[in-house]
């Protein structure tokens, strides 16, 4: 991976319709002195430690995590998957951490009382950090969090994915006004993941100085198959679920939830009655059960698989030919496309789908569809199926080299862009 730039540098910002991170201007290390900033998140995720990692493997940062939830040590339940998780991934090494007790009787992060812990604000202070990096304000103990550090003086770097692509009444429109711009006078600056997020803070009254641009990224390298290995394995993987070479398989995987949008995609496929179409569903969920039934009752073509867990994830993704992500706009990014995409696979995405403006060029890295437009979402997997498997795989390519702008890199440099503001040195 490159050299990430010292602290010192300019932020990016959203020009004219994308997302770009402006030229980083570096400084000399020894000019600088080691700045220490804490993160506060409630659960170690597959899709921010290498973030923590990289940066805490520079030479003028400390970084330590603390932990709100839970620090991954064993299964937790997950209500969208409706079973007990544990990555198979390391999640916690490579950075120093910290778990603070929770004494939530329903801990998680469904509800704004499933994170309560008392000691949160002592144990960030107790630290001495000149910045912290804050993921998520809507529990109880990270926004007491919030108040607390705002009257000590110490900068929060907020940071989430929030966009308003779902059609909402006035009233909500104006209570959410009344609320967040409270909220949104604590933090010092806004870390935000793209177009939609930035428009999101803008209409609540966040000013564009307040704004750095700190992409969503995976860990690409985690993903890429240099030796073909995972592509032989999801060849022959195929030809287990009796898929022939010359059928087009469509992939849907993550939680089957009524935010994601399976049965929709279900309905799509049978509308779309293309002889050489295959769905293959990979997940678990509240609507498994009746997914199943309607695929019986569609009479399509259809291949559910359980859960599959994270070193697994690079096979699954190559099962496909067209990765879909259906969601409504409870979908705040779509992180999965990312990882499809990293995988070669071009990707059909709802436009309530917040990663849309940065991952998907129409006929080039996939396509995009109206959400809850069935008969639109038919059309469009019309078109890239009979396209052909070969034309496919050329927009799968695309997509990689597309996707790979928003890297891990370009995540810690917006987080770099906003410690320079915050703590000149």
Same mark, same amino acid.
């Given at each position: 991976?490159?050299?990430?730039?010292?602290?010192?540098?300019?932020?990016?910002?959203?020009?004219?319709?994308?997302?770009?991170?402006?030229?980083?201007?570096?400084?000399?290390?020894?000019?600088?002195?080691?700045?220490?900033?804490?993160?506060?998140?409630?659960?170690?995720?597959?899709?921010?430690?290498?973030?923590?990692?990289?940066?805490?493997?520079? /030479?003028? %940062?400390?970084?330590?995590?603390?932990?709100?939830?839970?620090? @991954?040590?064993?299964?937790?339940?997950?209500?969208?998957?409706?079973?007990?998780?544990?990555?198979?991934?390391?999640?916690?090494?490579?950075?120093?951490?910290?778990?603070?007790?929770?004494?939530?009787?329903?801990?998680?992060?469904?509800?704004?009382?499933? =994170?309560?812990?008392?000691?949160?604000? &002592?144990?960030? =202070?107790?630290?001495?950090?000149?910045?912290?990096?804050?993921? @998520?304000?809507?529990?109880?103990?990270?926004?007491?969090?919030?108040?607390?550090?705002?009257?000590?003086?110490?900068?929060?770097?907020?940071?989430?994915?929030?966009?308003?692509?779902?059609?909402?009444?006035?009233?909500?429109?104006?209570?959410?006004?009344?609320? *967040?711009?409270?909220?949104?006078?604590?933090?010092?600056?806004?870390?935000?993941? /793209?177009?939609?997020?930035?428009?999101?803070?803008?209409?609540?009254?966040?000013?564009?100085?307040?704004?750095?641009?700190? #992409?969503?990224?995976?860990?690409?390298?985690?993903? =890429?198959?240099?030796?073909?290995?995972?592509?032989?394995?999801?060849?022959?993987?195929?030809?287990?679920?009796?898929?022939?070479?010359?059928?087009?398989?469509?992939?849907?995987?993550?939680?089957?939830?009524?935010?994601?949008?399976?049965?929709?995609?279900?309905?799509?496929?049978?509308?779309?009655?293309?002889?050489?179409?295959?769905?293959?569903?990979?997940?678990?969920?509240?609507?498994?059960? =009746?997914?199943?039934?309607?695929?019986?009752?569609?009479?399509?073509?259809?291949?559910?698989? #359980?859960?599959?867990?994270?070193?697994?994830?690079?096979?699954?993704?190559?099962?496909?030919? %067209?990765?879909? *992500? #259906?969601?409504?706009?409870?979908?705040?990014?779509?992180?999965?496309?990312?990882?499809?995409?990293?995988?070669?696979?071009?990707?059909?995405?709802?436009?309530?789908?917040?990663?849309?403006?940065?991952?998907?060029?129409?006929?080039?890295?996939?396509?995009?569809?109206?959400?809850?437009?069935?008969?639109?979402?038919?059309?469009?997997?019309?078109?890239?199926?009979?396209?052909?498997?070969?034309?496919?795989?050329?927009?799968?390519? &695309?997509?990689?080299?597309?996707?790979?702008? %928003?890297?891990?890199?370009?995540?810690?440099?917006?987080? %770099?862009?906003?410690?320079?503001?915050?703590?000149?040195?």
């Amino acid at each position: 991976m490159g050299q990430l730039p010292p602290i010192g540098v300019s932020g990016g910002r959203y020009v004219g319709g994308s997302v770009t991170a402006e030229v980083l201007t570096p400084v000399q290390h020894a000019t600088v002195a080691r700045r220490r900033l804490a993160f506060v998140v409630s659960h170690p995720i597959q899709y921010y430690v290498p973030m923590y990692r990289q940066l805490a493997a520079r /030479g003028d %940062l400390d970084v330590r995590v603390f932990y709100t939830w839970h620090a @991954g040590a064993g299964p937790v339940d997950d209500p969208g998957f409706q079973r007990a998780i544990a990555w198979d991934i390391p999640l916690t090494d490579g950075y120093e951490w910290e778990s603070v007790p929770n004494t939530s009787p329903r801990p998680g992060t469904e509800h704004f009382a499933g =994170l309560q812990n008392p000691t949160l604000s &002592r144990a960030v =202070l107790d630290w001495h950090p000149d910045a912290v990096h804050l993921t @998520g304000y809507n529990y109880q103990s990270h926004y007491r969090l919030l108040r607390d550090l705002a009257r000590v003086d110490i900068p929060v770097m907020f940071r989430g994915d929030s966009h308003l692509l779902s059609p909402r009444p006035w009233w909500w429109r104006i209570a959410r006004q009344f609320a *967040l711009r409270r909220v949104f006078r604590l933090p010092a600056v806004f870390l935000y993941t /793209g177009k939609h997020n930035h428009d999101y803070y803008r209409a609540f009254g966040v000013p564009e100085s307040k704004l750095f641009y700190c #992409p969503h990224s995976i860990d690409a390298v985690r993903f =890429l198959d240099p030796r073909g290995i995972h592509e032989a394995a999801a060849t022959e993987w195929r030809r287990e679920l009796s898929i022939a070479d010359d059928e087009v398989v469509i992939l849907f995987a993550g939680k089957l939830q009524e935010k994601k949008q399976p049965l929709a995609l279900i309905e799509a496929v049978a509308r779309a009655a293309l002889p050489n179409l295959v769905l293959v569903i990979v997940g678990d969920g509240e609507l498994r059960a =009746l997914a199943e039934r309607q695929v019986n009752v569609l009479g399509i073509r259809t291949r559910f698989l #359980p859960f599959q867990n994270q070193s697994r994830m690079p096979v699954v993704y190559r099962l496909a030919d %067209l990765f879909v *992500l #259906p969601s409504n706009a409870d979908e705040t990014w779509g992180l999965a496309v990312n990882e499809a995409m990293a995988c070669g696979r071009p990707a059909l995405v709802s436009d309530q789908v917040g990663c849309v403006p940065e991952l998907i060029k129409s006929g080039v890295t996939g396509d995009v569809f109206p959400a809850n437009a069935i008969g639109e979402l038919a059309n469009r997997l019309v078109g890239l199926a009979t396209a052909g498997r070969a034309r496919l795989r050329e927009m799968g390519h &695309r997509a990689e080299d597309w996707s790979s702008r %928003l890297s891990v890199e370009a995540t810690c440099a917006g987080v %770099l862009n906003a410690l320079a503001q915050l703590t000149p040195k």
